[in-house]
C-alpha cells in the first residue's frame, strides 16, 4: 500500500483563488488517489467552495488564516508580515511535517524567500534555484535557473547541475539524464570562466566511475532548448529567464502567423477548416497548463509555485508535480548526492 | 546623383565560396544600381565564374590574394597570419579608403579580430558589438550584443544602446526607434547591477531634450523579442546569443511540429493542400537569408558577416545591410552621437 502523501496548499494566492485551488485539488486527487490536502486560508471563503466537491473535502482539511500576501508585496515585505499569512502557514506546515510539500498560486518572490527562511536550505546547496518542465521536440527537458540567481558562479551551476539531474530522474523519470550546460558555443573555450570551471568539474563526475550517475553532455546552445538535446538544461537565472520567455514568446508568435496566414484567401480558410483537428492537437502539446510549475529547488522541502492566472486543469499539474517529487524522494537524494560530491566542488585544482 | 558606393568582398569565405560570393554580388548589384565590388581572393578561382555575369564584371575587379582564412582557424592564428588572406587584404582595402565597406562569409571570429585590428574602434567605442536584424510580430529588430562580450559592464551596455539606435535609425529607416534593455523583469529592481545602471543613464539620455534622439522603452523580456516589443534590443553577449539561437530554435520546432500535424488524418493532408500558400508566406516571412548579416557595430568601418552556408540570395543580404549602413553614414553618426554623450557615461552620479 502506498503511502499517504499531504501536500499544503495556499488557497489564497492566484488571480482566481481559492476556486481554482480547490478545483485544480480535485483534479489531482483523481489522478494522484494518495494525496490528501490542507488548504490554508480564510475558512468563510473556502469552506461553501470546497462543499461542492464532496470527495476531496473527504480527504482534506482547512486551516484558518486572517492574512493573505498581496501579489504586489516585496518579498522583503512578505518575509516581516507574511509568516501568518496564507502562504507563510502552508509552508511552515511542510517544516512542522504535517505536509510533505506546499503549492501557491501567489506571489513569486515571496513564496521564494518565505520557502527559504522557513525551511531553510539542503544542508550544502548554496543557492536555490527556480526550474521548470518545457516541452521539447524529444519531449520534455528540466531547465534552471529560470531567474533566481541572475549571476552564478561556478559552484552554484554545479549545484544546479545535480538537482536538475536528480530532478529528472525522479519526479521525471528519466532513466539516465543528459546534463548540458547552457553557453553561446560548444568549443571548450566559449563562455565565462564560471562555466567552462563548471563543465570542467562535471566531466569530471561523469568520468569518476565510483561517483555520481551523471550523464554530463557538455555545452548546449539556445536552439537545443526547445529541440530538447539534454534532459536537463543548467545556466545561470538571468540566461534562463530570458531563454524561457523566448520560446514562449517565439511559440506564440508563431500561432500567430500561423492564423494570420489562413485569413488571406478563401483556400486558405478551407485548408484550415480540414486542418484543424491538426492543430488542435499541435495547441495540446505545447499547452502551458500542462507544464505549470516552477520548482524551488534547493529549499529543504518542497515548495512549488504555481503559475498565478492558470485554471484548474494547470494548479492541478503544479500539484502533480509536488506530488511526485515528494513520492520520489526528491529533496534527501539531492542532500545524499551533494554530500557525495562535495570533494569535487572544493577540490583545490579547481580553484 | 547618388555617390557610387564601393564594397570589399572577401571571395573565399564560406562554404560555397567563391559562387555565392559573386551570385550574390550580382543580385546585390541589381538592387543597388549604385554600388560597385572589389573581389579578394585567387584570381583564376574567381575569373571563370566572373564571367558568367557580364553587367557585374563591368562593375567589379578582382584583387588577387595568395592565402585564406581557414574556418577552423582560431582568431589568434588569424591575426598572425590573416592580414595577407583574402579576408585580411578586404578588410584593409576599407582602412585605405579603397572600398566603404566589406563583407565576409568566413570565420566570425577571425573577422571579428582582424575588423578590430585593421580597422580600429570608433573613438570613445570601447568593445565592439554583434548585431543582426530578426523579423518579429511587428516587423523587425535589431539585437546586440549577440556573442562578442560574454560579461558587459555599464557602459558597454549604454554604448550598444546607442549604435543599436543609430543604426535602427540609418540602416534600417525607422524614423524613433524604441530602444529596450533585456532583462528578466520589468521592475526597476530586477537584474544586474550593470543593467540597472545602464536604464538609468538611458533614461537621463531619453529625457534630456539637448540631447540625442533616443527613445528609451525601459526593460523588455524574453518574450518581447519575437513580439517586436521594441526596435533596438540591448543585451550583454551570452544572453543575446542564447536568445537569438532559442528563437530561431523555436521557430524551426514550430516548423516540424506543423508538418507532423498534417500527417495525421486524410483531412489534415487535405487541409495542407489548400492551405499551402499560406504556409509559403510564412515561411518566407522568417526566411533566414532575408535576415542574414551579423553587423559589427563598433569597428571604425562597416564590416559585415555573412552565414557561411547561405546562398547567393542570402549573401545579396549581407551585401544590401553593407551599402545602407555605408549610404547612411553609420560609423559617423555613431562618432558624433559618442562625443556627445561621453559625460553622461562618466559622470560621478552614476559610479
Chains 1, 2 share one sequence.
Not at 562535495?342 to 580553484?351: D, E, G, N, P, W
Request: neutral net charge.
Amino acid at each position: 500500500v502506498a503511502e499517504k502523501i499531504t501536500i499544503a496548499l495556499d488557497a489564497m494566492g492566484g488571480d482566481k483563488a481559492p476556486e481554482i485551488i480547490i478545483g485544480g485539488a480535485d483534479l489531482a486527487r483523481e489522478r494522484h488517489s494518495n494525496t490528501r490536502y490542507i488548504f490554508f486560508g480564510d475558512e468563510p471563503t473556502i469552506k461553501p467552495c470546497m462543499d461542492q466537491y464532496p470527495k476531496l473535502s473527504a480527504i482534506s482539511e482547512i486551516c484558518h488564516t486572517e492574512t493573505i500576501v498581496a501579489s504586489s508585496d516585496k518579498p522583503s515585505a512578505a518575509l516581516r508580515a507574511g509568516r501568518k499569512s496564507s502562504m507563510g502557514l502552508s509552508i511552515k506546515a511542510v517544516h512542522d511535517g504535517l505536509a510533505a510539500g506546499v503549492v501557491s498560486a501567489g506571489n513569486t518572490g515571496a513564496l521564494m524567500a518565505l520557502s527559504k527562511i522557513i525551511l531553510g536550505m539542503i544542508p550544502g546547496i548554496i543557492r536555490p534555484a527556480i526550474a521548470s518542465i518545457l516541452p521539447t521536440k524529444r519531449g520534455e527537458s528540466v531547465m534552471l535557473d529560470l531567474g533566481a540567481n541572475t549571476q552564478c558562479n561556478v559552484e552554484h551551476l554545479v549545484q544546479f547541475a545535480i538537482m536538475g539531474e536528480v530532478f529528472a530522474r525522479t519526479a521525471m523519470g528519466v532513466l539516465k539524464p543528459k546534463v548540458g550546460l547552457l553557453n553561446i558555443g560548444i568549443e571548450d573555450l566559449k563562455g565565462t570562466e564560471s562555466i567552462r570551471q563548471a563543465a570542467a568539474i562535471l566531466k569530471r563526475m561523469a568520468s569518476d566511475e565510483s561517483n555520481l550517475p551523471i550523464q554530463f553532455h557538455g555545452f548546449v546552445e539556445g536552439f537545443d532548448v526547445p529541440y530538447g538535446t539534454v534532459d536537463v538544461v543548467v545556466t545561470d537565472g538571468f540566461s534562463g529567464n530570458v531563454c524561457l520567455k523566448t520560446v514562449e514568446g517565439t511559440a506564440k508568435l508563431y500561432s500567430a502567423f500561423i492564423k494570420e496566414s489562413f485569413k488571406h484567401s478563401f483556400w486558405a480558410k478551407l485548408g484550415f477548416l480540414f486542418a484543424r483537428p491538426a492543430f488542435n492537437r499541435l495547441r495540446q502539446r505545447a499547452d502551458p497548463r500542462r507544464y505549470n510549475g516552477a520548482l524551488f529547488l534547493g529549499v529543504n522541502g518542497v515548495s512549488v509555485k504555481s503559475h498565478g492566472g492558470t485554471d484548474a486543469y494547470g494548479f492541478a499539474t503544479a500539484v502533480g508535480l509536488t506530488a511526485d517529487m515528494i513520492a520520489y524522494g526528491f529533496v534527501d537524494k539531492v542532500r545524499e548526492e551533494i554530500e557525495q560530491i562535495s570533494h569535487l566542488i572544493f577540490s583545490k585544482s579547481v580553484t
